[in-house]
């Protein structure tokens, strides 16, 4: 089946360790995102990258760091410099925006708590 | 920059009554719009979207919305509701050739049975 893991579902981590979230897609898409969703904020975007070895600054950036060394890969770090890591966060990817017009496709999202 | 309004944050209906949750958006040029729903316990999945042509789009499940450019909205609606719609729904736009999607806060319906 083709499609978005995330994993874990649940991670909790002590406050000030570094955390990275594992993202996975097998859609073949070129575009890859990470958002946070907080409750009654929706969704807000981190990082995304449109190519392999290269990414960009979202919204909120500031505390988090990501790679994008292969294309099926797209791994967020939540640093200690994050200042309320505690949220739900969604990855999501998409093929060429000549093709669908920008829809996303989203994972099942991992939930982070910091103790 | 693009940003969108959901103005509505909780809406309670009974089952069968008809729903509209409101969607603007401010953005200078050619938008694409969509909506998504996050069932409880499931992945944001997408209910419709809009990128040209007939300003009147169905979706999955019964639901539709209507791209007014006058007034910047993109409201959606059902005609009538089940119990099964509760969820959380989220509006999104992205300008024409800009990959990133901006969402509004979410709109969360309860349908009472």
């Known amino acids: 089946d083709g499609g978005i893991t995330q994993s874990p579902k649940y991670l909790f981590r002590k406050e000030g360790q570094n955390v990275t979230l594992s993202c996975e897609q097998n859609?073949?898409?070129?575009?890859m995102y990470w958002y946070r969703q907080d409750p009654g904020q929706g969704l807000r975007l981190i990082y995304y990258?449109?190519?392999?070895?290269?990414?960009q600054k979202g919204d909120i950036a500031e505390g988090y760091s990501v790679s994008r060394e292969k294309k099926e890969s797209f791994p967020l770090t939540v640093t200690s410099a994050q200042k309320n890591p505690t949220a739900f966060y969604l990855c999501?990817?998409?093929?060429?925006?000549?093709?669908?017009?920008?829809?996303?496709?989203f994972g099942p999202g991992t939930r982070l708590t910091v103790l | 920059a693009q940003s969108v309004s959901q103005h509505n944050h909780h809406v309670i209906l009974s089952e069968a009554a008809s729903l509209e949750l409101g969607c603007n958006y401010s953005?200078?040029?050619?938008?694409?719009l969509f909506w998504y729903v996050q069932y409880p316990g499931q992945h944001l999945q997408l209910l419709l979207k809009?990128?040209?042509?007939?300003?009147l789009v169905k979706g999955i499940k019964g639901f539709e919305a209507e791209f007014i450019k006058s007034k910047f909205s993109f409201n959606l609606r059902k005609p009538s509701v089940q119990w099964s719609d509760t969820a959380e729904y989220f509006c999104?736009?992205?300008?024409?050739?800009?990959?990133?999607?901006?969402f509004g806060t979410g709109t969360r319906l309860t349908i009472i049975p």
């Open positions: 999501a990817s998409s093929p060429p925006s000549g093709l669908t017009y920008n829809e996303q496709f």
């Open positions: 859609l073949n898409h070129d575009a």
């Open positions: 990258s449109q190519i392999v070895n290269d990414f």
């Open positions: 953005y200078g040029g050619t938008v694409n």
């Open positions: 809009y990128f040209s042509g007939d300003p």
């Open positions: 999104a736009v992205s300008g024409f050739g800009n990959e990133k999607l901006t």
